[in-house]
């Protein structure tokens, strides 16, 4: 069993950075590829990136590659998306996932998620 909790969203202008942190609970999270994924209103949820459970490989939507960076430390059970250039387009509810097989891209195919945090970019 996995517990996802984020933190880290906010407000911020078109060019900012912000750091969303994703903390897990439970033994075997260094088991678990993460996923982070996105949602905006009135729209479905989209795959954003995802590292496996080693944390050496990652792969990331075509729309966030260059600016969005996911690191993920084993040893104290946080994943991190780092988003760099932030842009109006990436304004949504935020999520991280633990699922078992990586690169997996759909959502559904996630055992565990967090609540969301909220990222609003303003232009």
């Not at 202008?13 to 439970?26: F, H, K, N, V």
């Not at 590829?33 to 050496?56: H, I, L, T, Y």
């Not at 969005?68 to 304004?91: A, H």
């Not at 559904?108 to 909220?118: F, H, I």
Request: charged share 20%; proline share 2%.
């Amino acid at each position: 069993q996995v517990q996802l909790v984020e933190s880290g969203g906010g407000l911020v202008q078109a060019g900012d950075s912000l750091r969303l942190s994703c903390a897990a609970s439970g033994r075997t999270f260094s088991r678990y590829a993460m996923g982070w994924f996105r949602q905006a209103p009135g729209k479905e949820r989209e795959f954003v990136g995802a590292m496996r459970w080693s944390g050496g490989s990652t792969v990331y939507v075509d729309s966030v590659k260059g600016r969005f960076i996911i690191s993920r430390d084993n040893d104290k059970n946080i994943v991190s998306l780092q988003m760099n250039s932030l842009k109006p387009e990436d304004t949504a509810v935020y999520y991280c996932a633990a699922g078992l097989s990586f690169p997996q891209t759909v959502a559904s195919l996630y055992d565990y998620w967090g609540q969301g945090t909220q990222v609003t970019v303003s232009s």
